[in-house]
């Protein structure tokens, strides 16, 4: 995995927020759009994130739900997958793959707080889970972006150096 090590948290707190959730005993589970199966070098994505959740110091596969369960019947080219307390949807609204990760398991929660930096996907799971009197609170977490200064003349220079390496090129 080490070649895949690059993904960044977009918040530093959020391992020492998810351990104050487990430690009072919420249950807690991922929820991303992250694909499954094998890309590239990759044998399974859903392990791929894991790992990458893990490096970071967040653990999901040692909370209540632990089986893997794949849902090709929402997708049948990209199968969301629950792996290791990680829903990985893919492709599908992650609303859709909630309610029906719910409904594999069996399960009605009495409260389901959702945050995501994507507010389409903030509006698609607060309606599916509307849709079935699920109570719920969706947020959609804006972290303050870092603003980078462009300076022009460095441009210039580094856009001189590219066409000069790419005329000294065969």
Known sequence: FSRFDW?????????ATISQL?????KCI??????????????RMEEWRHHQLRHHGIDFSKGPFRSTLHFSHLDPKK???FHDGILCSWDVPKGVVL???L????YKPQRIIFID??????????KELDDRSIPNLCIHYQLQERQ?????????????????ELALQP
């Open 22 to 26: 487990k430690n009072r005993s919420i």
């Open 148 to 164: 980078v200064r462009l300076d022009p003349d460095e441009i210039v220079k580094q856009l001189q150096a590219f066409i000069a």
């Open 7 to 15: 993904v960044e948290l977009r918040d530093p707190n959020i391992p």
């Open 99 to 101: 309610t029906a990760f």
């Open 30 to 43: 991922a929820l991303t759009a992250q694909s499954t199966g094998k890309m590239g070098e990759i044998a």
């Open 103 to 106: 409904d594999r398991i069996n």
């Open 79 to 81: 199968v969301p997958v």
């Open 117 to 126: 930096d994507k507010k389409d996907w903030v509006e698609g799971v607060a």
